[in-house]
């Protein structure tokens, strides 16, 4: 036995070779190297943080959205990044970015229908369709842990 039966279909994604992960990949490079629907789930624990740029909404948005295009309806997106205001969150020096609750405001249509308006909301359903329903959240004094539901039409819908 490995320790690793119990993660049955698991695929493993890393920019290291030396890691030994089924796919060799740059997450900077979108899309990423799956098909449309193809995970139940996708699982990023410290690892979001080291992507993109803070600011740089265009990958933000090309990100997500590529995360809901290979997540089945209803799949479910786990991740930890570094609480905000943790000195981990800009002490790291490949940190490149700072993802918190207000951030996955942005990734809820219902939150723009809600918002857009009425607060400080910027719109940007100009450049993002996808769609994510919070699940869960925690906040510890240096992790934030968050879940995601992809909100999609089941497979086969017209």
Known sequence: ??????WDGLVTLDHNDDHKPDHIWD????????????????????V????????DWRFFFAQWSDFWRILKPDGLF?????????IWAWG?????????????????QAQYQRQ????????FRFCYQADFEPVYHKETEHQY???????????GAA
């Open 1 to 6: 036995m490995t320790g690793n039966e119990q």
């Open 27 to 46: 997450l900077e490079k979108i899309p990423l190297p799956f098909e449309e629907n193809h995970f139940d789930e996708i699982h990023a624990y410290e």
């Open 48 to 55: 979001l943080e080291h992507t993109g740029a803070q600011g």
């Open 78 to 86: 786990h991740a930890t990044v570094p609480m905000w205001n943790s």
């Open 92 to 108: 790291d020096p490949s940190h490149r970015r700072v993802i918190n609750s207000g951030t996955l405001v942005f990734l809820s």
């Open 116 to 123: 857009v308006g009425k607060t400080p909301m910027s719109d």
């Open 145 to 155: 842990l968050f879940i995601l539901r992809a909100k999609k039409p089941p497979l």
